[in-house]
């Protein structure tokens, strides 16, 4: 099945400037890629689990866990400027 494949439209979908030299090797390069998902598609696989991740790896973070945090007038003590109760930081937004 030989599908035309817009070069131009896809480029500027994808926001991409595309030198008209470009083109025809990209369409080449874009149809191989389509051609090797229809092989994909006609692969056997009733009886093959699916899979997320091709190793069967688990999180190896620590779990989450609430834990005390640092008394506020530590942090106040720590921060290079501070108004009241609160840390003093620059203005980012006008």
């Known amino acids: 099945m ?3 494949i817009n070069i131009r439209q896809i480029a500027a979908l ?3 400037s595309v030198a008209p030299d470009e083109e025809e090797r990209l369409s ?3 149809e191989a890629i389509l051609a090797f998902g229809r092989q994909l598609q006609e692969l056997p696989l009733e ?3 699916q899979t997320q991740h091709i190793l069967d790896q688990h999180a190896v973070l620590r779990t989450d866990a609430v834990q005390p945090g640092l008394p506020s007038c ?3 003590e720590a921060a290079p400027a ?3 109760e609160y840390i003093a930081v620059p203005r980012t937004v006008e």
């Open 2 to 4: 030989s599908e035309t």
């Open 14 to 16: 994808a926001k991409l």
């Open 28 to 30: 080449r390069e874009m």
């Open 47 to 49: 009886g093959v689990p």
């Open 74 to 76: 530590a942090v106040l």
């Open 82 to 84: 501070r108004l009241d």
